[in-house]
């Protein structure tokens, strides 16, 4: 099992590019999220899926938009770049059900992004 | 608005000493209390988690004390030791979507 993968893992844009964000999990859970973590800050919530063909807002989702066409996947986008995007972006995973134990969020390694 | 405040935010304990992370948080409808760790690099992994029907948890060197009426809890790590050096959070959940909300994070840096 590679559990949660991302794609890329370090990119560099300028402002006003766009690109796309890869998030992949084979541990056939039915909740995935995207967070970005900044010094200080913590890990905050942009946007998150509960399910196939399901996307909601989160914390911070303004900037961003987000996809989940296939159970697997969960792809984060961003349209035009802002400096004020440059963070790291984790993608998580859990399951549904309802003991504490679905609780848990299974993290990827994190995407690196610096945006000039 | 934060709703889950944690610290403090760095942290340095000898070798074999205790080191100990608190946060407080505001809303009563948080149901799981989870912390996580993390290491230069790498994603956050779940460490000790704890409910709220319970006031202490033990797992190995690591301990959640919950209080309840305080709306406070805090991780101990007896006996830390320098591979305990890496970035805790602490985290509170509705269950709405499994969403956790996170603490601000807190470095610790364990010295031989």
């Known amino acids: 099992n590679a559990g949660v993968t991302q794609t890329p893992k370090f990119r560099v844009l300028k402002t006003g590019q766009s690109m796309t964000l890869l998030c992949a999990q084979d541990?056939?859970?039915?909740?995935m999220y995207w967070y970005r973590q900044d010094p200080g800050m913590g890990l905050r919530l942009i946007h998150y899926?509960?399910?196939?063909?399901?996307?909601a807002k989160g914390e911070v989702p303004d900037g961003y938009n987000v996809s989940r066409l296939k159970k697997q996947n969960f792809l984060l986008g961003l349209e035009s770049a802002a400096p004020s995007q440059t963070s790291v972006y984790f993608c998580?995973?859990?399951?549904?059900?309802?003991?504490?134990?679905?609780?848990?969020?299974?993290f990827g390694p994190g995407t690196r992004l610096t945006v000039t | 608005q934060q709703q889950v405040k944690q610290s403090p935010q760095s942290l340095i304990v000898q070798k074999g000493g205790i080191s100990i992370i608190n946060c407080a948080y505001e809303?009563?409808?948080?149901?799981?209390f989870p912390w996580y760790q993390q290491f230069p690099g790498k994603g956050p992994a779940l460490l000790i988690a704890?409910?709220?029907?319970?006031s202490e948890k033990k797992e190995g060197r690591f301990t959640i004390s919950f209080n309840k009426s305080a709306k406070q809890f805090s991780l101990h790590i007896m006996d830390s030791q320098p591979g305990d050096s890496a970035t805790y959070f602490c985290?509170?959940?509705?269950?709405?979507?499994?969403?956790?909300?996170f603490g601000q994070g807190t470095e610790l840096s364990v010295k031989p």
């Open positions: 899926s509960v399910g196939e063909g399901t996307t």
């Open positions: 998580a995973s859990s399951y549904e059900g309802e003991s504490y134990l679905s609780y848990e969020q299974y």
């Open positions: 704890i409910r709220p029907d319970v």
């Open positions: 809303n009563t409808a948080f149901d799981y």
């Open positions: 985290a509170a959940s509705l269950n709405q979507g499994g969403k956790l909300i």
């Open positions: 541990m056939n859970h039915e909740y």
